[in-house]
């Protein structure tokens, strides 16, 4: 439904009576008389509860936050140069016969392209009556916590003196305000950061809101800032435990370092929070603190969290400390005014406090003395529930509120103690009916402090400093938040109030806080969204409005791309190439646009998932946190974050566009090990939910489970598996697939579920091929499967040979000399194809290839034997290869799948790092370098030969050895040198369908990039199509392509990709193909592809030319190869190259 116009200017709200007032000065609001009864609130969330008390939701005559300090930023360093490190500290200083201050020091940390670095510190307002200012300083090196004196190389300025520890340096200011230090290239290389505070007068030590100063010099280790921060919650560390302003504490104190180290430092400090806001962390031991020095730390790490959102460099981070935020009260006020406002109350209302007589109210008491010693947001709560019990007069409804409403009980009340005066909650109070208006004007103190997680306090103290037209229709979609029309508006709200607190001059918390508000209530509306009457096209709509949502902060940059492509195809027809609404190819482009926002989701939340976890581990170990809850810590993270709003309406929508598409009723969820493509298991019919806490390791299963909750574990052993019902991309199951591996899809259809259940209790290999996922029976058993060790099974395939190496005694063949026993089929048949006047003549008169041309790149081959030659001559490395291997053999032996996996990643690391390069190999790479262009280096190419010959013993190859019994010495690697093509498009063709088995047509998919998204199995759909060997190749179009990342050869680099060519590939009755690797010497980028912009989605007739060309290319190479081929390639322009043509293997 369509959100209200907006409203003219002026139906705008009217500027505030009063002007704004200092943050600790913000009235309360007017007491409305007390109603003769008030009803028991709903135990409903507050968000969604517009009907609650009033008195619940003081609203303030102005509450503008006051402006974040900032100074003019430092002109920027030349580009040859990085900022190391760039901020403002903020210094407030004062109170008593101290001399007031309010300033700070700007810190600046430079790396020079010579490697030397400069620090500079900038003091602003700190000497407002003369006298001398220095820096008390220190350095800390890398791996360390302690302070120790400058190395010996630092130019320092003149003054700077050892304090007189032996530890800290004393550095005064210039008359300009600066100090200006440097360390030249190779001085302090292992100094990680400088510490440090300023002293005035050498008396005034002046610490700033982000406690020491602390400046940068290497990227902080992000293990340093976890370890700090989960050893300040170990318990055996702490005599009496820890409170939450300690930890507020050390958050601050680590906050700077944080964010310098990415995302890992952003979620040490969200896993921190986190825990800490389920009280999963204690907030009530350790000691006493003032409300004032808890309403000052809040306030400050909520500011600082709030510009790290904005600002922080890459967009995991953002979000990390974006969620951290939505954690914590907003801070700010007048602590004092807690302490001085409940005392005030008791005397005022002659409520007995220490030895003065009065009314004997036990809970006052014992509230007076927790908001003495440890206020913090409960106190709002427990106010909240006071008030209730006033109104109502019933003691138990006080116990009761706080349960429904925010989920305290009684054992939590008795534990807020803290210092030797305070034993807890436990009441009861007197009903004192009188104390309801002033009790709601202390609720409001409480609320400046604690408050700003909910929309409407959230814009109480926001506001001041939003537009006044933004300011209006907020507050006319608060008071309409139950209509119909709120989602999309609120959506749209956010653009623009991200103009606020994201793009304008300052980030100011409270708008951040009413974003956070916001979007939290969003996804509460789509989640509880009934859309059994809204049309598919409804729900195109509220799923385009739930990715603008997620995108708003521009954190997500994959999802950004997939939010254009899914505007286009949602578009009108003008936009899309002229595709017409619910036309199967419309369905086509719609479904890749659904798909690739899937991906995008899937890819973002699995990260977030993975940092939360990470993080959360060490925290809550030490903290003695149940594991239980701990391990499902990162999955809950991903459950209540809006992207789970992006899941709901992909569920909603993605069969109706599968059916306008024609897709296959296959929905792959997760690809799966690429092991399962030997052997995944016996297939077993059994619910999920039936086989938890079972472990099939030694005798791996295929589990078809009809229905999935979603929050079902995969036990151990499991490869696969296959449900008939809908799964959530974003459920528990769907995370740990993706995380452990483990194929996880849904086939929907009863036709295509029937036969799988047809297959119960057999052996099973599965392949992904396209949209499809082929199942069938396994050759070689389950000695091909990963998680099993142990000796060969004897399942081995009957009649294959392997041909042996013929020793050939030089280092590098050409092309006319690839022949058995020296180079294997890859070598043989790109050296056929490239000699084949066939092709040749094809490429002349085919009416299909005028104005392109094909090509079989040149290439050079290191021959079988050049790895044995090799290690021969390295016997050091050749010792440790045979300890290596005796290594596997035992490990095998003893059935340990485990610590076989690890001694073959020790094989695998002796022959990259170890192997030394004989002095007689050298030239001949030289000279084959320069035969490619010369820009690749010998040290390049000789490090991807070794990972090649190291591929040799991953695990997959090294199982299916196993389980074909291959020998070890019977397999034999050569390794084909040749030039990268930087391909626009890759493709893979099968002469004959690898789906039906049809020799009669060719099956064909093409991806975006080079072809390793196509080969390495990577999530999304290519463009795959069918077409028939007739004249015209007709042709159609099975899924446009999805996947989200192109691998992309580095701009103006010519470069080299080493290929594996071994003796154990493309045997008769066995693809051992893409067992093992070949490695780019100049590593290709990755890039999110723009779907929105290419033409393989929007141009029909440039697609259908591609088709076409690549149809009739395949039946050439067939007719040359006399065989039916899998065949790869590549695309630059209007030229076609042939990469690889191999024997297809059809079952």
């Known amino acids: 439904p369509a959100a209200p116009p907006t409203p003219p200017p002026q139906a705008a709200a009217p500027p505030p009576a009063a002007p704004p007032a200092p943050e600790a000065a913000v009235p309360p609001p007017a007491a409305p008389p007390a109603p003769a009864e008030v009803p028991t609130p709903a135990a409903v969330p507050a968000e969604a509860a517009p009907a609650s008390p009033e008195w619940l939701n003081p609203t303030p005559a102005a509450a503008p936050a006051a402006p974040i300090a900032r100074v003019a930023p430092p002109a920027a360093a030349p580009a040859s140069e ?139 280790n992000s293990n340093g800032i976890l370890k700090a921060l989960s050893s300040g919650e170990n318990k055996k560390n702490q005599e009496h435990g820890t409170n939450l302003y300690n930890r507020f504490c050390r958050i601050n104190d680590k ?100 030895h003065r007589p009065g009314i004997e109210d036990p809970f006052i008491a014992q509230w007076h003395q927790k908001l003495h010693s440890n206020t913090t947001v409960d106190d709002i709560y427990i106010c909240e529930a006071y008030l209730h019990f006033l109104h109502t007069g019933a003691w138990d409804d006080f116990w009761t509120y706080l349960w429904d409403n925010h989920g305290l009980t009684k054992d939590d009340l008795a534990e807020m103690k803290a210092g030797w005066r305070t034993e807890g909650i436990h009441g009861p109070a007197e009903h004192l009916p009188h104390m309801i208006d002033p009790m709601k004007h202390f609720l409001w103190i409480l609320k400046i402090t604690h408050g700003g997680g909910s929309m409407d306090s959230a814009m ?106 899914l505007r286009k195809a949602n578009g009108p027809a003008e936009a899309s190439g002229g595709l017409v609404r619910w036309s199967a190819d419309w369905g086509k482009a719609m479904d890749a646009a659904l798909d690739n926002v899937a991906l995008a989701m899937e890819h973002h939340m699995d990260e977030l998932c993975s940092c939360a976890q990470r993080a959360a581990y060490p925290i809550g170990l030490n903290a003695e946190i149940d594991f239980a809850y701990l391990d499902n810590f990162g999955e809950e993270v991903v459950r209540g974050h809006s992207m789970f709003a992006v899941s709901k309406m992909i569920g909603e929508v993605r069969d109706e566009i599968r059916a306008a598409a024609g897709r296959s009723p296959w929905l792959i969820v997760s690809n799966g090990s690429p092991e399962i493509s030997l052997h995944a298991g016996v297939v077993q019919v059994v619910p999920l939910a039936d086989i938890q806490g079972q472990d099939y390791s030694s005798n791996p299963i295929v589990a078809l489970t009809a229905k999935l909750g979603g929050l079902e574990d995969i036990p151990p052993g499991v490869t696969a598996v296959i449900t008939a019902s809908p799964v959530d991309l974003l459920s528990h199951i769907a995370i740990r697939a993706r995380q452990m591996k483990v194929l996880l899809a849904a086939m929907p259809d009863p036709g295509g579920w029937a036969e799988l259940m047809s297959m119960s209790g057999e052996g099973v290999k599965i392949d992904i091929v396209g949209e499809e996922v082929i199942v069938k029976k396994s050759e070689l058993g389950p000695a091909a499967s990963a998680t099993v060790a142990g000796p060969p099974t004897g399942q081995y395939i009957e009649g294959l040979t392997i041909t042996p190496s013929a020793n050939c005694p030089v280092w590098l063949v050409e092309p006319k000399d690839y022949a058995d026993g020296i180079v294997g089929g890859k070598s043989k048949s790109l050296s056929n194809l490239g000699f084949s006047t066939t092709l040749s003549t094809y490429a002349m008169m085919s009416e299909t290839m005028r104005g392109g041309d094909l090509t079989v790149p040149t290439s050079n081959a290191l021959p079988f034997g050049s790895f044995e030659k090799t290690l021969r001559a390295d016997e050091d490395t050749l010792e440790k290869v045979a300890v290596a291997t005796a290594a596997v053999a035992a490990a095998d032996d003893a059935g340990d799948a485990d610590l076989r996996r690890d001694a073959l990643d020790v094989l695998r690391d002796i022959i990259v790092y170890r192997l030394k390069m004989p002095a007689d190999l050298k030239p001949v790479l030289e000279q084959a370098i320069a035969s490619y262009g010369g820009m690749a280096t010998v040290e390049g190419v000789w490090r991807a030969i070794k990972k090649v010959w190291a591929s040799k013993w991953n695990e997959r190859a090294y199982l299916s050895r196993k389980a074909c019994g291959v020998e070890e010495e019977e397999l034999c690697m050569a390794t084909l040198l040749m030039e990268l093509v930087p391909a626009e498009y890759s493709f893979v ?91 780019v010497v100049d590593e290709p980028e990755l890039k999110p592809v723009a779907y929105a912009d290419e033409p393989l989605i929007w141009d029909a007739e440039k697609r259908s030319s591609i088709i076409r060309k690549l149809a009739e290319l395949a039946v050439a190479i067939e007719v040359e190869m006399k065989s039916p081929q899998d065949i790869e390639g590549c695309i630059v322009g209007e030229n076609f190259y042939i990469l690889q043509s191999r024997p297809q293997v059809l079952h």
């Open 989 to 1079: 063709l099968h002469t004959a369908n690898p789906v039906t088995g049809n020799q009669n047509e060719v099956y064909g998919e093409i991806c975006v990039g080079l072809g390793e998204a196509l080969v390495g199995n990577e999530p999304g759909n290519a463009l795959s199509f069918t077409a028939q060997k007739v004249k015209g190749f007709p042709h159609d179009v099975r899924s446009l392509p999805s996947k989200p990342i192109a691998h992309v050869a580095k701009a103006n680099t010519r470069t080299i990709i080493a290929r594996s060519d071994s003796n154990g590939e493309d045997l008769e009755g066995f693809a051992g193909a893409g067992l093992y690797d070949s490695v």
């Open 255 to 354: 906050l700077s370092e944080s964010q310098q180290a990415g995302p890992p430092g952003a979620a040490a400090i969200f896993a921190t929070l986190r825990l800490s806001a389920v009280r999963q962390l204690p907030w009530y031991a350790g000691g006493n603190y003032q409300g004032k020095d808890m309403a000052h730390m809040q306030k400050v790490i909520c500011e600082r969290m709030a510009r790290a959102s904005a600002t922080s460099e890459d967009g995991m981070s953002r979000q990390l400390f974006r969620a951290a935020l939505g954690t914590l009260p907003r801070g700010g006020g007048n602590g004092d005014d807690i302490r001085l406002g409940i005392l005030q109350l008791m005397r005022e209302n002659n409520i007995k406090e220490g």
């Open 460 to 565: 109480d103290f926001a506001h001041g400093v939003l537009p006044e037209d933004l300011q209006y229709e907020i507050r006319d979609m608060l008071d309409n938040r139950d209509a119909p029309w709120v989602p999309n508006k609120i959506v749209e709200l956010r653009e623009r109030l991200a103009g606020v607190w994201k793009y304008g001059p300052d980030c100011n918390r409270d708008v951040v806080l009413l974003d956070i508000a916001m979007e939290k209530f969003y996804r509460q509306r789509i989640e509880a969204m009934n859309t059994a009457g809204m049309t598919a096209d409804d729900k195109l709509g509220a799923l385009e409005a739930a990715v603008r949502n997620v995108c708003i902060g521009g954190d997500f940059d994959r999802m950004q791309m997939a939010l254009e492509f």
């Open 82 to 220: 990085t900022i190391r490190f760039d901020e403002y500290a903020k210094v407030d200083f004062g109170g008593h016969d101290r001399v007031e201050t309010h300033g700070g020091v700007h810190m600046l940390a430079v790396e020079h392209p010579d490697g030397s670095k400069t620090v500079t510190l900038t003091q602003n307002d700190l000497l407002p009556a003369g006298g001398s200012l220095e820096w008390h300083w220190a350095c800390v090196m890398e791996g360390s916590d302690e302070w120790c004196l400058p190395p010996t190389g630092a130019v320092l300025p003149g003054g700077t003196n050892d304090s007189g520890d032996g530890k800290a340096s004393r550095t005064p200011f210039g008359g300009d305000g600066k100090i200006v230090m440097q360390f030249p290239r190779g001085v302090g290389d292992d100094v990680a950061r400088l510490v440090g505070i300023i002293v005035r007068n050498n008396s005034d030590w002046l610490h700033a809101d982000v406690g020491d100063l602390t400046i940068p010099l290497m990227t902080p």
